[in-house]
C-alpha cells in the first residue's frame, strides 16, 4: 500500500519535473498571439506566465502542483471545454464498456485454455491453442483491428464502421460495435497468459501431490481445477495484470482509435494533438495510476493466493 | 497367516510397460504376490527395479497412457485391473491408501493441511464439514501432531518434514483404508524421525488393522517393519519368503549381495558391481545373470528362471535350485544353511 | 547427458579462467578494440569537427553522413560479433551441441531464417536501394501478379486490362498514395528495427547486468536502494511516461530506444541479482575466492556466463515489445518521422484500406511475422541453453 503510493507519487513527481524543464507551449501561444495581433510578445508572455504561476519558486509550484494532483483539481481542458475529470470521466464511460468483457474473458479464458493446452500436451489441441497464443501476441493490435474492421465491416458489412456513441449500454447495437474490439484486445492478452498457464500447469500436473490427489480417488476434472489450476495461479498472478495494463495503457488507445471510440485512449490522442497540456496530463496520471493500482492489486492477490508468504515479511 | 482364507490383496502376472521413444519399456514385467489383512509385506529392490510402478500399478496409479498395466489384481475378490475408472476412483483413498516417498512435495502447497486431509472425505463419503473436521483433528493427534486443532488449518510449509509424512499418514488414515501402500515413506527423512515413522506406522497397523505394502530399498527398514518380504530386480520377482527366513537364509545371490550391503553385516563396501539392465531390451535368461558372481551359461538362456519353493513360504528364482543343479553352490554361507528341499519338486 | 555436460557453458573452464588470471587481452576484446576505437574517434570527429549539415565523409568526397544513431548501431553490432559470435566460433563443439538442440525446434529455425532476411535487409538493402522518393504520378499502384480497378489509379504503370490496372515488377509490392515503393519502405524499415532491436537489448543488457550484479555484491543500503529503483522500473507506464516525454520535448528514435529500454531493464537486473546471490553461496565460487580471484573476476567469469543463456531469452522476448510501441507511435503519426518504418508504412495506407490494402498488408504481415519470429526465437533459446526446461519438456 505505502509503495504504492510511493511509486504514484514518484511519477507525480517525475512529471512535475518534465512539465517544469520544457518551453510551455501556452506562453508561445500567447506571445505569437500578441505579435499576430501587433502587440509585444515578451509582456504577452510575462502575462501568460504570472496567469499560470510561473513565476512562483519551484518548490512551491511543486507543493502547488501535487496539491492539484491529488485533490483532483486537474484544471480545465481547453479543447473539450470542460473541466479534466469531466473529460475523463466520459472517456472512462465507454473505455470501460469494452474493457471490463475484455477484462473478464482473458481472466476466465486465459488460465483455462492454459489448462486444457498442458492436460493435452503435444497433441494437436496444444498446438492449436500455442499457435493462437503466438499469433495473438505477435499480431500488432492496431494492425489486427485495421484488417478485421476491413473484413467484417467494410467487405462483409456484418458490423458497423462508424461507432455509435449514443448506443445504450446493454443492447444489441452496442455488443455488435463491440465484439471487434474485445476480440482484438482478447486475442492480444490471453497469448501470454495462456503460454504461462500452460507452462505452470505443466509443471503441476505433473507434481507429486497431482498424484497424492490421484491416489485419493480425486476425479480428473477436480484435479485439474483444485490441484492443478489453483497453484497455476499463483505464479499467473503476476503476469496476468502486467499483461493486462500493458495492453491497456498501449494498445487500447490504437484500438479506440482504430474503432473510433471515443474513450479515454482516444481522448489522449486528441489532447497530444490539440496540444491541450492539461488534458494530456491529466489522462495520462489517471492511466498512471491505473498502473499502480494494478501493481498494488497483483501483489495484494499474490499474497493471498501463496500461502507461503505471509503479509509480514513484505 | 491363514491359508485358507483368500488374501487381501493377491498380483497375478503383473505386467507394467511404457511406451517411449526407444521402444516398450519393461518396467514390472510379469509379477506375482499377496497381501492378507493385517500383514506388512515389503518389496524390495534396488532404486529403478520397478517396485514403485508395480505398487502404482494396483489402482493404476500410472499414468496410462504412456503406461499399460496387464495381469490380474484381485482386491477383495474384485479385479482391479478390470474395474472401471470410476470404480477405482471410489477404491482409491477409501480402500486402498497410498504414501509417497517425498512429503515435502506430496502435498499441495497452496491448501491447508486440514483441508486436504478432509478432502478424501469430502469425495467418498457425504460426512458434513465439522465431520471431517473432527475426524481430521482426531487423526493428526493419532499420528502424533501436537495441537491438532489448531494446526488444521495451518498450511504444509509451516511443518517440519517429519510432521508433513504424519500428516500425510493422517491423509491417507482418513477413509480408514483396508490396505496402505507406502512407497518409501522414510527415505526423504532423518535417521531419527525414521524410527518414528516405522514405529506410527506399526502401531497404526495394528490399530486399523489393515494390510501395509511397504516399498524400500533400506533393508534395515525391512528388518524393522517388514513381515513377509519380495525382492525385485529389473522388473522380476527374485525370491520372496518369511523375513525371518530371507533374512537368515537368502537363497538369490542377489538377495545375498543385497544383505552384504548392509552396514556391519560384511567388510563388502563396494556395493553390486555393475548396474540394472536395459528396461527397453531386458538380457535374455535371469535378469541378474550379468552381475552375478555363479553365473553360467544356462542362466543367460530363456526367460527368468522357474520360481523354486526352497522351504515353506521362501521361493526363489534362480537357475541353481532347478532340478540339475547343485543349489549348495549358491546358498548363503550363513553356517547353518540346510541343503535345499526345493530341488526336484515342483 | 553427462558426456553432453561438458559442452555447456554453465561448466567452468579451469584452463581459461587460469589463463585469465594475468589479465591478457583475448582476441574477442583484442578485435572489439580494433574496430571500436576507429569508430569512436570517427565518431568524435564527426561530432566536434563536421558541421552538422555537412556528411560525415564530405570532406574525402563522400556524400554520406552518419548519425549517431548508426554510431551506436555499428558499436552494438560489434559487441554482438565479438561477444557472442566470435564465441561460438572458438567453440565449435558448443555450438554444434547448441545446434543440433536447436535444430529440432523447426518453427525457430525458420524465424531464424526470417531474421536473417530482416537483418541482412536492413544492413545492405539501403546501400543497394535509393530511399523511397514521393511520385504522386506513381500512386497507388498494385503488387505485381494483383490488379486493381482502374478508376482507383491515377497513372497505370503496367497494363491495363479490362479496366484493371495490373502490378508490375518495378514495384513488386505497389507503391503508396504518395506514390512511394512499398517493398524499398519495408527494407528501410528493417534497418530501423533492427536499430531498435540491437541498440535497445544492449542498453537493457548493460545496465541490468551491472544494476543487478553491483546489488547482489555491494549488499547492505545499496542493494536495498538499487532493487526499489527496480521495481518502480518494473511498475512504471513506460509508454504512456514516452508519450508524455513526446507531448513535452518531442522526440525521435533515440530518445524512444533510450526511454523504452531506460525502463526495461529492471527483469534482467532482478534474475541476475538473483542468480548472483545464489551462485555466490556455490562451493566452487568459495574456492575461487579462496584462490583468490577478485569480485569482478568472479562475475565476468562466471555470474555472466552462468546468466547468460537466461538474458539471452529475456532480451530476444522483449524486442518484439519495442517493435511493438514503436509501430503504434508511428500509426499514430506522433513517431519519428526522420526514419522510415513500418508503423508509418500501416498508418499511410490506413485511409486507402479499402481498395489499397496492400499498403498495409505488406508492412502489417512483415512486422507480424518479425515479431512472431523473435516470440519462436525466444522460446526455443529458452529450450535449447536451459537444461532443466529441456529435462522438464523430456519427461
Known sequence: ?????????????????????????????????????????????????????????????????????????????????????????????????????????????????????????????????????????????????????????????????????????FSLENVRQLILPVFVLVTGSIGGIMRVSRNESAEFQNSEFMKTARAKGVSPIRAYLYHVLRPTMVPLSTTIVGQLLALFLGSSLLVEIVFGIPGLGRITYEALVAQDTNLVLGTTLFFTFIAVVGNLLEDIVFTVLDPRISYDDR | MTPDTDPLLEVANLRTTFDTDGGELVAVDGIDFSIDAGETVCIVGESGSGKTVATESITRLVKSPPATVTGSVRFDGEDLLEASEERLREIRGYNIAHIFQNPQEAMNHCYSVGWQITEALTIHTDASQEEARAKAIDLLDRVGIANASSRFDDYPHEFSGGQKQRVMIAMALVGDPDLLIADEPTTALDVTVQGQILKLLDDLQEEFDMGILFVTHDLGVVAQIADRIVVMYAGKVMERGDVYDVFDRPAHPYTQQLLECLPGTSDSIGGIPGSLPSPTDPPDGCRFAPRCEHAVADCEAGGQPREVEVRPGQAVSCVYYQSGYDASVVEADTGDAETSRGVGDD | MATENQDRFDRVDWDEIAASRGRDLSVNTLGMLAFAVPLALLGLYDWRLVDEREATFGAIGYDIDITSLEY??????????????????????????????????????????????????????????????????????????????????????????????????????????????????????????????????????????????????????????????????????????????????????????????????????????????????????????????????????????????????????????????????????????????????????????????????????????????FNFLGDALLDALNPEAQAETDQ
Not at chain 3, 513526446?246 to 530506444?257: D, E, K, R, T, V
Not at chain 3, 543463456?309 to 524486442?319: E, G, M, N
Not at chain 3, 512483415?366 to 515479431?371: D, G, K, N
Open chain 3, 72 to 373: 551506436l548501431f555499428v558499436f552494438t553490432l560489434l559487441l554482438f560479433a565479438f561477444y557472442l559470435v566470435l564465441p561460438l566460433y572458438q567453440n565449435p563443439r558448443r555450438t554444434k551441441h547448441y545446434w543440433t538442440e536447436f535444430k529440432r525446434n523447426r518453427p525457430a529455425v525458420v524465424s531464424l531464417v526470417w531474421l536473417a532476411i530482416v537483418f541482412v535487409g536492413g544492413l545492405i538493402g539501403p546501400l543497394l536501394m535509393n530511399a523511397p522518393q514521393q511520385d504522386i504520378l506513381i500512386s497507388h499502384q498494385p503488387p505485381v501478379y494483383l490488379s486493381v480497378d482502374q478508376a482507383n489509379v491515377a497513372n497505370c504503370v503496367g497494363e491495363i486490362a479490362n479496366g484493371r490496372c495490373h502490378g508490375t515488377w518495378e514495384y513488386p509490392l505497389g507503391t503508396t498514395n504518395g506514390g512511394r515503393d512499398v517493398l524499398t519502405g519495408i527494407v528501410y524499415g528493417m534497418t530501423t528495427t533492427m536499430q531498435i532491436a540491437f541498440i535497445a537489448t544492449t542498453i537493457v543488457a548493460v545496465v541490468g547486468i551491472s544494476v543487478g550484479t553491483v546489488s547482489a555484491y555491494a549488499g547492505g543500503w545499496v542493494d536495498e536502494v538499487l532493487m526499489r529503483i527496480t521495481d518502480v522500473v518494473l511498475s512504471f507506464p513506460t509508454f504512456l511516461m514516452f508519450l508524455l516525454i513526446l507531448y513535452i520535448y518531442g522526440a525521435g528514435i533515440g530518445m524512444f530506444i533510450l526511454v523504452f529500454s531506460g525502463f526495461a531493464w529492471g527483469g534482467t537486473a532482478r534474475y541476475v541479482r538473483s542468480k548472483a546471490l545464489s551462485i555466490s553461496e556455490e562451493e566452487y565460487i568459495k574456492a575461487c575466492r579462496i584462490s583468490g580471484a577478485n569480485t569482478y573476476g568472479v562475475v565476468r567469469r562466471h555470474v555472466v556466463p552462468n546468466t547468460a543463456s537466461s538474458i539471452i531469452t529475456q532480451l530476444t522476448l522483449l524486442i518484439p515489445g519495442f517493435l511493438l510501441f514503436e509501430a503504434q507511435l508511428a500509426f499514430l503519426g506522433i513517431g519519428d518521422t526522420e526514419v522510415p518504418t513500418w508503423g508509418q508504412l500501416i498508418s499511410a495506407g490506413r485511409s486507402d484500406l479499402a481498395f489499397a490494402p496492400w499498403i498495409v498488408l505488406a508492412p502489417g504481415i512483415v512486422l507480424f511475422l518479425t515479431i512472431l519470429a
Open chain 1, 1 to 169: 500500500m505505502l509503495w504504492a503510493a510511493l511509486v504514484s507519487f514518484i511519477i507525480v513527481t517525475v512529471t512535475f519535473v518534465l512539465l517544469s524543464f520544457a518551453p510551455n507551449p501556452s506562453i508561445q501561444e500567447a506571445a505569437t498571439q500578441a505579435a499576430l495581433q501587433g502587440g509585444d510578445p515578451a509582456a504577452a508572455a510575462e502575462r501568460e506566465r504570472e496567469l499560470r504561476g510561473l513565476n512562483e519558486p519551484l518548490h512551491i509550484r511543486y507543493m502547488d502542483f501535487l496539491q492539484s494532483v491529488y485533490t483532483l483539481d486537474w484544471g480545465w481542458s481547453q479543447y473539450r471545454s470542460q473541466p479534466v475529470t469531466e473529460a475523463v470521466y466520459e472517456g472512462l464511460y465507454y473505455t470501460a464498456q469494452y474493457s471490463v468483457p475484455w477484462t473478464i474473458l482473458t481472466l476466465v479464458l486465459g488460465p483455462l485454455v492454459g489448462l486444457y493446452s498442458a492436460a493435452n500436451m503435444y497433441s494437436w489441441k496444444d498446438h492449436a491453442a500455442t499457435g493462437f497464443a503466438f499469433f495473438g501476441y505477435a499480431i500488432p493490435n492496431f494492425f489486427f483491428a485495421i484488417i478485421l474492421l476491413l473484413v467484417f465491416a467494410v467487405w462483409l458489412e456484418w458490423i458497423p464502421v462508424v461507432y455509435n456513441a449514443n448506443a445504450a449500454v
